[in-house]
């Protein structure tokens, strides 16, 4: 049966998250030692502690949850030959997937996704931008909405299409509060600001995008055989059209999730969708997108099991 691996972005992270999984195995333990050598600060009591409060930021956050997937998926091929047919990233979650078919080095991944996480931070200044999550039935009208009422200054975008009732707007904080107005005020769904410190994926964006085009330069993407679907176009790749500048053209261009969900689907109708990594968002938006899909999570030690006993 066909495999499909997921891997979670930004907003699944939690204090303590993995941490069951993290004592059960030397593996994993020696996951989260590299990227407390690469960063030069501790991977645990960041994901387990965060006694200083930096989890929920960015440059953290993108290194936390990447780590985080990368020692489960360890984990699993420890125990048992699951080989994913396919593999999908939501945002950030794409480095883990490449880290996962061995296009990206773990130690390269990590020292991208801190960069990329510092280039996002500065490309807007905290209270210029922000977010909404809008939830409803009406997301061709609410594209329209943005379009029309987005001008310099008041930009506000659709940029994560996560399932078909669900979307994000992104942009300067007065054009997102605007379009929430204007969908509240026409009854068309429920509109509701997220707590984030910059408009990702927005066009405001794009500085960090340049950013992070230089940074890459340095870092090598090495030939793989995995089919892996990128955010910026929901199509499927291979090495030979992959590219470092599809990482670059991600932070300032939408996610398109549930476009890269039906293309898996068009292609692997009964596959199996695992999520590698923390939390349960992307089988939710599996679920919500495709008809019957079976998902399985490994958010925690006995998801985990769970999952290796079936797949077994």
Request: glycine share 8%.
């Amino acid at each position: 049966m066909d495999k499909i691996f997921m891997f979670p972005g930004q907003g699944s992270q939690t204090i303590g998250m993995a941490k069951d999984i993290y004592q059960e195995f030397k593996e994993v333990k020696l996951v989260f030692q590299e990227a407390s050598d690469t960063l030069g600060f501790s991977m645990e009591k960041l994901c387990f502690e965060d006694s200083e409060g930096k989890l929920n930021l960015t440059e953290f956050t993108q290194p936390a949850i990447l780590t985080v997937s990368t020692s489960i998926l360890k984990a699993i091929n420890e125990r048992v030959d699951i080989k994913p047919t396919a593999v999908a990233g939501h945002s950030l979650g794409e480095y883990s997937a490449l880290v996962g078919i061995g296009a990206l080095a773990f130690s390269d991944a990590l020292k991208a996704v801190h960069f990329r996480g510092q280039a996002m931070q500065r490309a807007v200044p905290v209270g210029v931008g922000a977010m909404a999550a809008y939830l409803g039935n009406n997301g061709t009208e609410v594209e329209a909405i943005c379009k029309e009422i987005s001008k310099p200054q008041q930009i506000v975008e659709v940029v994560n299409f996560n399932s078909p009732g669900q979307l994000v707007l992104s942009g300067h904080k007065a054009g997102v509060e605007k379009a929430c107005e204007i969908i509240s005020e026409k009854k068309l769904g429920k509109a509701k600001a997220l707590p984030v410190s910059a408009p990702f994926h927005s066009t405001l964006m794009q500085p960090a995008a340049d950013e992070m085009r230089e940074h890459l330069q340095d870092i090598q993407l090495n030939q793989f055989t995995t089919e892996i679907v990128a955010n910026v176009d929901a199509k499927i790749h291979l090495a030979n059209s992959y590219s470092k500048d599809i990482l670059v053209k991600q932070i300032a261009h939408p996610v398109l999730w549930t476009q890269t969900l039906k293309t898996l689907n068009s292609k692997y109708a009964d596959a199996l969708w695992i999520e590698i990594g923390p939390g349960k968002v992307l089988q939710g938006l599996a679920k919500k997108t495709l008809e019957n899909s079976q998902c399985f999570g490994t958010s925690d030690l006995d998801s985990l099991l769970n999952m290796i006993q079936n797949l077994s």
